[in-house]
């Protein structure tokens, strides 16, 4: 407790003999008047203030105006934090981190309006996997308040750390995570595929922005996901990618894919783009190559709801919901704070198929 309290070792003894105190009572139940802590502990009464401030900013106490102070639910006040990289809130990023942490912190309020939603930028990095290192979430003042966490990313030794304090932590991402909550990427590759094969399509080609970083990655990557399922509808397939490193998630990243495609021979009668960031600069660069589909190829592409696509047609897309994404993190979270897991410790959101004139 040395390292909550400081130096202070008055307050730190009056801290210790309340929280035990506290430990022992249920919730709801009111302490002694402040005279009689100040007898029991021979306290003054600004240490027991102090003592009071620190286990109130923990959430163990509820002080009430004229009625006294009361034993409260820890995770009923405090700090619910949102994690995300710098890089999610720049204009090049898609506008579905801003969606999801909106419709978070609206959840949030409705289910709690007594918690403090608060973001935690870490700085980005060209692979993203030091960004946890830059977040202030394992910091003595914000860990004393803080009780759940929302992330976009896998945050490993941080994650731990905060549930070794009590913290527990959902990820609303592709992958990671000892609970999270994620769109189902296999489901929309599954119906890209099936969309282009029974529209005619004899091979397909998949755009991608490549994962990389320092440490391996002991799963599938996209092209791995797709590349079966092409097969099994009877498609030829192959995959174009961006490494992360070289603007993988990037509209340029997009047009130079889809002009890389466009120069191939034989060149594939489908395309999937996997991000719709991505697919913005894909469809740019179509109109400068003068590229009609469905005439000259049949396009599907991942898309956010209520994420448009810049195209004058309709994009043949396969959306996912954000809103319903965050809300089912929300739910999620509400169990882990109540003391129970949750029904399914990883949660996979399918999308809708939404036929445009591209495909």
């Given at each position: 407790?040395?390292?909550?309290?400081?130096?202070?070792?008055?307050?730190?003894?009056?801290?210790?003999?309340?929280?035990?105190?506290?430990?022992?009572?249920?919730?709801?139940?009111?302490?002694?008047?402040?005279?009689?802590?100040?007898?029991?502990?021979?306290?003054?009464?600004?240490?027991?203030?102090?003592?009071?401030?620190?286990?109130?900013?923990?959430?163990?106490?509820?002080?009430?105006?004229?009625?006294?102070?009361?034993?409260?639910?820890?995770?009923?006040?405090?700090?619910?934090?949102?994690?995300?990289?710098?890089?999610?809130?720049?204009?090049?990023?898609?506008?579905?981190?801003?969606?999801?942490?909106?419709?978070?912190?609206?959840?949030?309020?409705?289910?709690?309006?007594?918690?403090?939603?608060?973001?935690?930028?870490?700085?980005?990095?060209?692979?993203?996997?030091?960004?946890?290192?830059?977040?202030?979430?394992?910091?003595?003042?914000v860990l004393t308040r803080l009780r759940a966490v929302f992330t976009f990313h896998e945050l490993d030794a941080v994650e731990s750390r905060l549930e070794e304090a009590g913290v527990p932590v959902v990820l609303l991402g592709a992958h990671g995570g000892r609970h999270r909550v994620g769109v189902d990427m296999e489901a929309f590759y599954s119906a890209a595929v099936k969309h282009l094969a029974d529209a005619g399509c004899r091979s397909?080609?998949?755009?991608?922005?490549?994962?990389?970083?320092?440490?391996?990655?002991?799963?599938?990557?996209?092209?791995?996901?797709?590349?079966?399922?092409?097969?099994?509808?009877?498609?030829?397939?192959?995959?174009?990618?961006?490494?992360?490193?070289?603007?993988?998630?990037?509209?340029?990243?997009?047009?130079?894919?889809?002009?890389?495609?466009?120069?191939?021979?034989?060149?594939?009668?489908?395309?999937?783009?996997?991000?719709?960031?991505?697919?913005?600069?894909?469809?740019?660069?179509?109109?400068?190559?003068?590229?009609?589909?469905?005439?000259?190829?049949?396009?599907?592409?991942?898309?956010?709801?209520?994420?448009?696509?810049?195209?004058?047609?309709?994009?043949?897309?396969?959306?996912?919901?954000?809103?319903?994404?965050?809300?089912?993190?929300?739910?999620?979270?509400?169990?882990?704070?109540?003391?129970?897991?949750?029904?399914?410790?990883?949660?996979?959101?399918?999308?809708?198929?939404?036929?445009?004139?591209?495909?």
């Amino acid at each position: 407790m040395k390292s909550v309290l400081g130096n202070r070792p008055r307050v730190q003894e009056a801290y210790s003999a309340l929280a035990h105190m506290i430990d022992g009572l249920e919730i709801g139940m009111p302490l002694p008047p402040v005279p009689d802590v100040m007898l029991t502990l021979s306290a003054s009464r600004a240490t027991v203030d102090r003592a009071y401030d620190l286990l109130e900013a923990r959430g163990l106490i509820e002080r009430v105006p004229r009625k006294g102070v009361f034993v409260a639910n820890p995770v009923a006040t405090g700090e619910i934090g949102i994690v995300l990289s710098d890089r999610m809130m720049t204009a090049e990023a898609s506008p579905a981190y801003r969606m999801a942490t909106a419709a978070l912190t609206q959840a949030l309020r409705e289910t709690n309006p007594r918690w403090q939603v608060r973001m935690h930028l870490g700085e980005g990095s060209v692979s993203g996997w030091e960004m946890p290192a830059s977040l202030d979430v394992l910091q003595k003042d914000v860990l004393t308040r803080l009780r759940a966490v929302f992330t976009f990313h896998e945050l490993d030794a941080v994650e731990s750390r905060l549930e070794e304090a009590g913290v527990p932590v959902v990820l609303l991402g592709a992958h990671g995570g000892r609970h999270r909550v994620g769109v189902d990427m296999e489901a929309f590759y599954s119906a890209a595929v099936k969309h282009l094969a029974d529209a005619g399509c004899r091979s397909v080609c998949l755009l991608w922005p490549r994962y990389t970083g320092p440490r391996p990655r002991a799963r599938r990557t996209v092209a791995e996901l797709c590349a079966p399922l092409a097969g099994n509808a009877g498609l030829a397939f192959r995959h174009l990618d961006a490494p992360h490193g070289e603007g993988g998630w990037t509209e340029q990243a997009g047009h130079a894919l889809f002009t890389r495609f466009w120069t191939e021979t034989p060149r594939a009668d489908g395309v999937i783009v996997a991000d719709d960031v991505l697919c913005a600069g894909v469809l740019r660069a179509m109109l400068q190559l003068r590229v009609e589909p469905p005439r000259d190829l049949r396009l599907l592409s991942y898309a956010n709801r209520k994420v448009p696509l810049p195209y004058h047609r309709a994009v043949t897309r396969y959306e996912f919901d954000v809103e319903r994404l965050a809300a089912t993190a929300v739910a999620m979270m509400r169990r882990l704070l109540n003391g129970h897991e949750p029904v399914e410790a990883e949660q996979l959101l399918p999308g809708k198929l939404v036929e445009g004139e591209t495909a």
